[in-house]
């Protein structure tokens, strides 16, 4: 059943199902997503102050819940253009993506020592557990929100293909 842009804008009644069924499915992603950034405490190296260390690792949700958003409109985005078959801007987002954490996880592995004191291989330990952190929730949000788009979308060509039925 594959759509075009026209067709698919003839049919609002599909796009509000996707994205019905896609958001409520979000607030499970996010649910868990919430559940990994706060059980993933990480312990400082030995002469690391406590307050610079959670400083350092502190969560981009304390920065006004803009992960979350980013997390609806990434659903949002990947519903609708799944919906008129347009892979190609999945594809994009998903490479532009990609960019970003590689340079996230280029910076991190080049971070600066914290003092004289700070042992290399305590301050290699304490960065390689940040950057696994970082991956695990890359990873999950990413997934969580393509699987809950891809459902959305299922279910409103279902609906729509029991709708034409009916007609």
Request: charged share 15%.
């Amino acid at each position: 059943m594959r759509s075009t842009l026209g067709e698919f804008f003839q049919q609002p009644f599909m796009l509000v199902v996707g994205l019905l069924v896609t958001t409520t499915l979000g607030v499970l992603v996010d649910s868990y997503l919430n559940r990994i950034l706060t059980g993933f405490r990480l312990k400082p190296p030995a002469d690391v102050p406590p307050e610079t260390w959670e400083a350092l690792l502190e969560s981009p949700e304390t920065y006004g819940g803009g992960v979350h958003w980013l997390g609806f409109m990434e659903r949002l985005f990947f519903v609708t253009f799944l919906l008129v078959s347009a892979w190609q801007f999945i594809l994009g987002w998903l490479f532009f993506k990609l960019g970003c954490y590689w340079g996230i996880w280029h910076g991190l592995a080049k971070a600066g020592d914290f003092g004289s004191q700070t042992k290399a291989t305590d301050l290699m330990i304490a960065q390689s557990r940040r950057a696994n952190a970082l991956t695990l929730t890359c990873l999950f949000s990413t997934l969580g929100n393509l699987l809950a788009a891809v459902l959305g979308m299922v279910v409103a060509m279902l609906v729509m293909g029991l709708w034409y039925k009916a007609r």
